[in-house]
């Protein structure tokens, strides 16, 4: 009986050494500072270096950057808010 997708199935092992391969360790670290407070200081940056811009397109992308990191900062607080509710009910 054949099956589809069983073409490579008898072929070489996947590890033909024999040894184990193990994945790499994700880094990890605690935040020192909320996201919404991160967020709004590169928005602070950005708006900041904006300002030391002349107007044009290069301009136009910091500011466009710097809205988004506000609006992201206040998805993440609603959101929040929305998982503190949830635990009253």
């Known amino acids: 009986m054949v099956v589809i997708g069983d073409e490579n199935a008898g072929r070489a092992p ?4 024999g040894m184990e391969q193990h994945m790499p360790e994700r880094r990890r670290f605690t935040q020192t500072t909320s996201l919404e407070e991160r967020l709004a200081k590169e928005a602070t940056q950005l708006r900041k270096q904006a300002q030391g811009t002349p107007p044009g397109v290069e301009r136009d992308v910091l500011l466009r950057k710097a809205r988004r990191a506000e609006t992201a900062s ?15 009910f």
Not at 14 to 17: G, K, M
Not at 78 to 87: M, N, P, S, Y
């Open 74 to 88: 206040t998805y993440d607080r609603v959101a929040g808010l929305d998982d503190k509710h949830q635990d009253k």
């Open 14 to 17: 996947a590890n033909p050494q």
